[in-house]
C-alpha cells in the first residue's frame, strides 16, 4: 500500500537522522580521546627529559667526575632523540648532543647553551601541547554544531511527518468520522472531502460517499410513505 510505504519510509528516514547523530557524535568523540591522548603524552615525554637534564646540572656543579650523574642525562637525552614530533626537535637536540660533552665536563659556557637549548625544546613542546588543545576545542565545537545541525534536521524531520501524518490521515479520518455521525444524525446531505488525504483514505471516504448516496433515495421513499 503507497499509505504504508510513505510512512515507512518518512519514519525510517526519521530513524536514520537519530541514529547518524548518536553514531556521529560517538564516533568523533571516541576517535578525539585517544589521539589527543597520544600527542600530549609525546611531547609530555620531551619535555620531562629535558627537565630532567636541567635539573641534573643545576643539581651538580661538576659531572664530569660523575658516572652516575652523566648516566641519567644521557638517558633522558636519548629519550628525547627518540621522541621527536615537532619540526624544530630535531636541530636543537643536534645542538644538545654536540654542546653536552663540553658541558657535562665542565664548561660553563657550554652548559649555558645547552641550558638554552633545553628550554627552547621545552618551549616548542608546550606550544605543540596548547595547539593540540585548541584544535580539540575547536573539533569539539564543531562537533556540537553538526550534532545540533542534524538534530534539528531531526526535529524538522519530525515535524514535517507529524504535518503528513496530520494532512494525510488525521484529517481524513476525522472527516469519515464527522460524516457517518451527520448520517447517522438524519443528515443525508453531508458527504466526506479530503483532498489531501492518501490515495487509500481518498477511495474509502469515496465509497462511504457512494454508499450514502444509495441511501438517499430509499430515504426520501420511506419519509413519503410516512406522510401518506
Do not use: Y
Not at 636543537?92 to 665536563?105: C, D, R, S
Amino acid at each position: 500500500m503507497r499509505l504504508r510505504t510513505e510512512l515507512a519510509s518518512t519514519v525510517a528516514g526519521f530513524l536514520a537522522l537519530n541514529f547518524l547523530l548518536v553514531f556521529t557524535a560517538i564516533g568523533l568523540f571516541g576517535r578525539m580521546g585517544p589521539a589527543i591522548e597520544l600527542i600530549l603524552q609525546r611531547n609530555d615525554t620531551t619535555i620531562v627529559a629535558a627537565e630532567e637534564i636541567l635539573g641534573a646540572f643545576a643539581r651538580h656543579r661538576d659531572v664530569a667526575t660523575t658516572a652516575a650523574v652523566r648516566a641519567p642525562i644521557e638517558a633522558a637525552l636519548a629519550r628525547a632523540r627518540n621522541n621527536i614530533t615537532e619540526p624544530g626537535e630535531e636541530p636543537l637536540l643536534v645542538a644538545i648532543e654536540t654542546q653536552l660533552p663540553a658541558a657535562l665536563g665542565g664548561d660553563d659556557q657550554a652548559r649555558a647553551a645547552l641550558t638554552d637549548k633545553l628550554c627552547a625544546l621545552i618551549a616548542i613542546n608546550r606550544r605543540a601541547m596548547q595547539q593540540v588543545d585548541r584544535d580539540a576545542q575547536r573539533l569539539g565545537t564543531a562537533g556540537a554544531w553538526a550534532a545540533a545541525f542534524v538534530g534539528m534536521a531531526s526535529l524538522g524531520l519530525g515535524l514535517l511527518l507529524t504535518r503528513r501524518l496530520s494532512q494525510r490521515v488525521v484529517r481524513p479520518l476525522q472527516e469519515l468520522h464527522a460524516t457517518l455521525a451527520a448520517a447517522l444524525g438524519g443528515d443525508s446531505f453531508r458527504r466526506a472531502n479530503a483532498a489531501d488525504a492518501s490515495p487509500e483514505l481518498r477511495e474509502v471516504l469515496a465509497n462511504v460517499n457512494q454508499v450514502l448516496d444509495t441511501r438517499v433515495p430509499e430515504d426520501e421513499a420511506s419519509d413519503r410513505l410516512a406522510h401518506r
